[in-house]
């Protein structure tokens, strides 16, 4: 039995002045998932969010949000949201912005339980224009988790943050989804995609690119990555370059088998054929326009 879905864009249009945000976009984003919304700046990321969360409407198609319109404000009720931006006063303390977004829920997390789960009790006092980037973000992520929400709309949300802080909330999202909640992400650390998403869906210039699991994109491309030590690369007879990273060769071919002979025919070692990441089939499918 298929999920219900949570949220939805069917065959939306959106242009923002001489800009064609989105182009008959289909987006279904299904209950219990971790979706992750990948495209290069200016491919419609943020648009497809904002017509989502009601902030903006289709000039064509339909946006739905728990299967009603999303500028209804009875369909929020159930949504965290991190925008780019955290937009609050810099004058108010960090408990005092817990306690007014608080008071917009009739069943929200107790404050401390809050501030506790993103490390920010020790800056409770603090006001937000005091705190660093992290904690400004840190802030924000825990704002959206407030009122107990069913699905999460993330816009970058560890933008900013070191390795440590970003897996934290890397642990507090999974554990979100694995208790049933729904959360799409978008996100220009493509690890953090491949990570945590059970399903990626690529968007370029408005227009869907791909949608599927980390693994079938990546299947989808159809490339393999060998690397190898060597005192200089061979010359290959498909054309593929070997790229030097570090004090190994890297080349990213389609026939390793074939790869792989030429390069035992030279003097090399520690050979090693991986699967592309994510982020390699990512540059495949968006090529970069400069």
């Excluded at 965290?80 to 917009?104: C, F, I, K, N």
Aim: charged content about 25%; glycine content about 8%; overall charge positive.
């Amino acid at each position: 039995m298929s999920r219900r879905p949570v949220a939805a864009l069917f065959r939306v249009s959106k242009r923002l002045g001489d800009v064609q945000a989105l182009d008959s976009l289909d987006l279904a984003l299904a209950e219990g998932e971790f979706v992750a919304l990948l495209g290069p700046n200016g491919a419609g990321k943020t648009t497809a969010l904002n017509l989502l969360l009601g902030l903006r409407r289709p000039d064509s198609g339909s946006a739905s949000l728990f299967g009603s319109d999303p500028r209804d404000p009875r369909s929020r009720r159930d949504v965290g949201v991190v925008l780019q931006h955290l937009g609050v006063p810099a004058q108010l303390r960090v408990y005092e912005v817990t306690d007014l977004v608080r008071s917009y829920f009739a069943n929200p997390l107790p404050a401390q339980e809050l501030l506790q789960k993103f490390n920010l009790s020790g800056v409770a006092r603090r006001q937000v224009g005091g705190l660093s980037g992290g904690q400004h973000r840190l802030l924000a992520v825990a704002l959206a988790f407030t009122g107990r929400p069913r699905v999460l709309f993330l816009d970058e949300p560890t933008t900013g943050l070191d390795v440590n802080v970003r897996r934290n909330l890397w642990s507090i999202f999974a554990g979100f989804v694995a208790e049933g909640g729904t959360i799409l992400l978008t996100t220009h650390y493509l690890e953090e995609a491949e990570a945590l998403a059970s399903r990626v869906v690529v968007i370029n210039k408005g227009r869907l690119v791909v949608d599927g699991s980390a693994d079938s994109i990546k299947r989808k491309v159809g490339l393999r990555r060998v690397s190898f030590r060597a005192p200089a690369p061979p010359v290959f007879k498909s054309g593929a370059v070997a790229v030097r990273e570090g004090d190994r060769y890297v080349v990213t071919v389609a026939d390793s088998d074939e790869t792989v002979r030429e390069i035992a025919r030279a003097e090399f070692t520690d050979l090693v054929v991986q699967t592309i990441s994510l982020e390699e089939a990512f540059r495949c499918l968006v090529p970069d326009p400069h």
